[in-house]
C-alpha cells in the first residue's frame, strides 16, 4: 500500500502514506472504538497541539525523545517549537500544569497523529498515531494492572484475538546490575549482552550475578512459569520488591482476565526509554509489529504515572474487517424524502446530479450496490 | 481558555491550545456527528498525512497557501517538506494521483489537524481542525448546491441553530472589473475599493461599469432581494452566465431546503484565493467567526471541484451541549461483572485502586455522580 508501489507523480516523503478510503474509515472508527472503551472506564480525553515549545516538549520523560522530533522556529517568539514526537509527555505536561488541582488518581486518553524523523536507511513510518491512556497519581499493582486490563478490553471491542501482553521490568535487571560491584566497562557489555539475550557472554561477563541473571534470561515466557522461575531466585532486597511488583501485577490481571495471555520477560530491555517501573507490548498472533506499548513512569519528572499507547494503524491489520454503508444511487429528481428515510437505515447515497440514460449502469458505475426506483430498491 | 490566562509554567506557543476533558469529548464526537453525515450522503474518506514534500503540497491551489505553510527539511530525501496548512490540496492530490482512474463525480470527506504560520502581531488559532468534503470532477449548480446542502446537514446534525450560507462569486467580480479596458493601476484601485464595500470610490473609479458595481455593491443580502437586483443589471453575456449560475444554485438549495438561511454577495472578494467559481461562507447567529467556507476550484489546476470545509473548534461554541457519561465510582473488591454491566449501560465506572474508609466521600471527591454498593446506585 505504499504510495511508491503506485504509479503516482506525487511521491510522499518516505514513512508518510495516504490513507484512502476503506482504511481512512477503518483507523477512524477504529479510534473512536478504543476512545469509547477509555471513556467507560472513566478516562477523559485531552487534545495537546500538534506543536509545543521545544522546551516543554522534551522536558522531563520527553529528553528521551529528542533526537526523534523534528524542529520549527516560531517566527512569532523567535523559540523553537517541536513537532510531537509522542503524546505521553503532552499529557503528562497537562497533567501537572493546568490538570495539577484536579483528583488524583487522574485518567486521560488521547488520540492524534505524532511524527518522528526516523532512523537514517532504514524504513518505517514517520508519522504515527496514537490512542492511549494515562492513569496519574498512583503507583500500585492495581494500577498497572487497570492499564493493561483496559487496554485488553480495547482490543476485544476491535475483535483482535489472540493478543498478548508481554510484561517487563526494565529497572529490575538494570538495578541488579548497577549494584553488582562491576568496573564501568563491564556493567556496560554485560548490559549489552543481556539486550542481545547472549547467554554465553552473560555468563562471562556477569561475575557474581551471573547465575540470577542466567537463570532470568531462561525464564522469560509464559507468566506463571516465568515468575515461578523468579521466585526461586535468591535476589537483593531491592529486587525481590520489584519481582513482587511483577508477581502481583500478574494476580490482578489473571484474577479478572484468566484467558488473557500474559507472557513475563525479566530481562528485556529493549526500546524503553523513560519508563521507571513495569512495561508492557502487546501483541497479536500474525503481527510482526507490536499495537502497542507503556509503562510506569514518572510524569512531568515527578508524579508517578502508567500509561500505554496502542497504534491504530497496527490495530487495523489485526482487527475483524469493518462493514461500510451499503451505497444507493438515487437517480436525478427523485423525491429528497426517500433518500432522507434511506440514509436514516444506514445507507450511503449517492445522488445523480444530473438525469441519465441507464440509472442502473450509472448506479454500477459509480460503485453503488443498489440503484433507487419508485420507492424500491433495485440490486445491482 | 487560552493557557496564558492560566497559573502555567509551560506556555504553549501562541495559537495553539491545549483541548480538556470536555472540550476535548465534545471536538472529537463533533468531528465524527459531521464526518458521519458527510458518509451518508456518499463521500468516503480518506487521510492525507500532516507533512508532504513542499513541491506537491503547494502544487496549482496550494500556492496561494505558501506564506502559511511552516516547512522542514526531510533528512532523509533532503528535500523540504511542508506541514500542511490545509487539507483541500492535498486531497485533490489524492484524487489527481492515485485515485485519478475512480469513477467521477468522485465524493471524498477529510478530518485532520492543519497548521498555518499566522500572521504577525495578530492573535488567532494556528493549529486549525478541519472536516470537509469535496466533489469532485463535475461543474454543475447541482454539484455546487449539493455541497452546501451536506453541510447545512451536518450543522443540522450538531443542533446548530440560525445556521446562514453567504454565497458569493469571486471570478464574476473580477471578470467585470477585467473586462471593463480601465488602467492597471485604477483597475487595482478599483478592486481594492470593492473589498472595502467603499461606495464613493467605486463611483469614482469604475468609470462605465461603476453603475452596475454600485448596483451589486447595495445587492448584497438576502438571496431572493439579491439575485432579483442582479436579474435587473445590464451585464455582458460572461458575466451574466456566472449570475445565472448563482440564480440556479440558489434555487436548487431552495427547492430541497427551504428553511436554510441564504445570503448572496455578489461583490466579496475577501479571503478567496484560489477558487474559479462560487464560494460560500458558513456563519451562525451569535458567532463572529466563519463556521466554514468553501467553494468551486480547479483541483490539482484541472479538475472541476467544488468543496466545503468546517472548522470543528467553531461549531463546537455554537452547537448543543455534549452529554458526558455519568460518573460511577466502584470501590475496590466490587464484582467486576457489575462493573461491566454499569458500562454496557452508558455510565463510566471509576475504579477503586485501594480500599478506603467512606465510599462516598471518595467518589464525591473524583468527581463521580454515584457510588457502588451492592448491586445499588447510591447518588452523590
Not at 45 to 70: I, Y
Request: charged share 25%; hydrophobic share 45%.
Amino acid at each position: 500500500m505504499s504510495p511508491f508501489e503506485e504509479p503516482n507523480t506525487a511521491l510522499l516523503p518516505s514513512g508518510f502514506i495516504d490513507l484512502l478510503q476503506h482504511e481512512a474509515e477503518a483507523e477512524a472508527r477504529g479510534i473512536e472504538a478504543v476512545m469509547d472503551v477509555f471513556a467507560r472506564h472513566g478516562y477523559e480525553r485531552v487534545r495537546p497541539p500538534l506543536l509545543e515549545f521545544e522546551a516543554s516538549l522534551l522536558h522531563g520523560a520527553g529528553q528521551a525523545l529528542s533526537e526523534q522530533t523534528f524542529r520549527l522556529m516560531d517566527p512569532e517568539s523567535r523559540r523553537m517549537m517541536g513537532l510531537r514526537p509522542d503524546m505521553t509527555t503532552q499529557v503528562a505536561r497537562i497533567a501537572a500544569t493546568r490538570l495539577v488541582g484536579s483528583p488524583r488518581p487522574l485518567r486521560l486518553s488521547y488520540a492524534g497523529a505524532c511524527v518522528v524523523v526516523g532512523t537514517p536507511g532504514r524504513e518505517g513510518e514517520r508519522q504515527i498515531t496514537q490512542a492511549g491512556i494515562e492513569l496519574i497519581g498512583v503507583d500500585s499493582a492495581a494500577a498497572d494492572a487497570e492499564v493493561v486490563l483496559v487496554a485488553a478490553e480495547a482490543l476485544a471491542r476491535l475483535r483482535i484475538a489472540h493478543v498478548s501482553f508481554d510484561l517487563s521490568y526494565p529497572a529490575l535487571v538494570q538495578s541488579l546490575i548497577a549494584e553488582a560491584g562491576l568496573s564501568d566497562m563491564t556493567r556496560a557489555q554485560l548490559v549489552h549482552a543481556v539486550d542481545r539475550k547472549d547467554a554465553a557472554a552473560v555468563t562471562e561477563l556477569g561475575g557474581e550475578i551471573a547465575p540470577v541473571l542466567t537463570a532470568m534470561l531462561h525464564a522469560a515466557g509464559p507468566a506463571d512459569a516465568a515468575l515461578a522461575a523468579l521466585a526461586g531466585l535468591d535476589l537483593p532486597p531491592a529486587i525481590r520488591t520489584m519481582a513482587d511488583r511483577l508477581r502481583d501485577v500478574v494476580a490482578v490481571i489473571a484474577a479478572r482476565a484468566p484467558d488473557l495471555r500474559l507472557t513475563v520477560d525479566p530481562v528485556e530491555l529493549r526500546g524503553w526509554q523513560y519508563h521507571t517501573g513495569i512495561c508492557m507490548t502487546v501483541f497479536a498472533r500474525g503481527q510482526r509489529e507490536e499495537l502497542g506499548r507503556g509503562g510506569r513512569y514518572l510524569a512531568y519528572d515527578e508524579e508517578a504515572a502508567c500509561g500505554l499507547t496502542l497504534r491504530p494503524e497496527v490495530l487495523l491489520r489485526a482487527a475483524a474487517p469493518i462493514e461500510l454503508r451499503r451505497r444507493v444511487y438515487v437517480p436525478a429528481g427523485m423525491p429528497e424524502s426517500v433518500a432522507a428515510c434511506l440514509r436514516e437505515k444506514g445507507y450511503a447515497t449517492v445522488a445523480g446530479l444530473s438525469a441519465v440514460d441507464d440509472s442502473q449502469n450509472e448506479g454500477r458505475r459509480l460503485g453503488c450496490a443498489y440503484v433507487l426506483s419508485n420507492d424500491d430498491l433495485i440490486e445491482l
